[in-house]
């Protein structure tokens, strides 16, 4: 499998605009997760997804974010309006859930907001 | 609710010393645990989980953790550090009663010393 793919692996854009990150989770993974990592913040889960259904939001920073996955092959996360505080790593990770299964992490889409 | 305090943003140890990274869980259910490396522009990868059994719990390039119940404690060790070791590393918690999300530490940048 290749492992959990995001796409862009980086996002320069102006203040004001949409942005939407983009996941394609492993095969078989029951479980999708939306982090953010800022310096200052650290790793925060954003929003959990669990068959494709949305478990826990309450990380989702204000209502300028959204996420959702439409089927279990693809999942998006969208900031609009965009403002230069959303700049930070957003990371999607997937896993087969049930207890104790770890969580597989895609590479991370770099987002700059100018 | 589960929460993971990482003691030091920052530790420095020389080549072939020992690596010491502390983590403290807190966690009302019987918590799984488990340790991240994330290498520079990378997203994180598995060195190791505990979820029941055995205490000691070995990962991947030589480190190693034990789960202590009574201190809540989660510390990630390796005999002799390597240059190649140098990364940030995060420790993370997720309930064995409910539902998986995995909630992590704010992480500890090690830095090996020539």
């Known amino acids: 499998d290749a492992g959990v793919i995001q796409s862009p692996r980086h996002e320069v854009t102006e203040m004001g605009q949409e942005v939407t990150l983009r996941c394609k989770p492993i095969?078989?993974?029951?479980?999708l997760f939306w982090y953010r990592q800022t310096m200052m913040r650290g790793l925060e889960l954003l929003i959990y997804?669990?068959?494709?259904?949305?478990?826990?939001d309450s990380g989702m920073p204000e209502d300028r974010f959204s996420a959702k996955m439409p089927n279990a092959s693809f999942s998006t996360l969208k900031i609009q309006p965009s403002e230069p505080r959303d700049s930070a790593v957003y990371f999607c990770?997937?896993?087969?859930?049930?207890?104790?299964?770890?969580?597989?992490f895609g590479q991370g889409t770099r987002l700059t907001v100018v | 609710a589960q929460s993971v305090t990482q003691l030091g943003s920052h530790v420095s140890v020389s080549e072939g010393a020992l690596v010491l990274l502390r983590c403290n869980y807190s966690?009302?259910?019987?918590?799984?645990l488990f340790w991240y490396v994330q290498y520079p522009n990378q997203g994180l990868q598995l060195l190791l989980k505990?979820?029941?059994?055995?205490?000691l719990v070995k990962g991947i390039n030589g480190f190693e953790a034990e789960f202590k119940k009574s201190e809540t404690s989660f510390h990630l060790t390796k005999p002799s550090a390597h240059m190649s070791d140098a990364a940030e590393y995060f420790c993370?918690?997720?309930?064995?009663?409910?539902?998986?999300?995995?909630?992590f530490g704010k992480g500890t940048r090690l830095h090996i010393l020539p």
């Open positions: 966690s009302s259910v019987p918590p799984y």
């Open positions: 095969s078989g993974h029951n479980s």
């Open positions: 990770a997937s896993s087969p859930s049930g207890r104790g299964t770890e969580a597989f």
């Open positions: 505990y979820t029941t059994g055995a205490t």
């Open positions: 997804f669990n068959n494709n259904v949305p478990i826990d």
């Open positions: 993370a918690v997720t309930a064995t009663y409910r539902d998986d999300k995995i909630i």
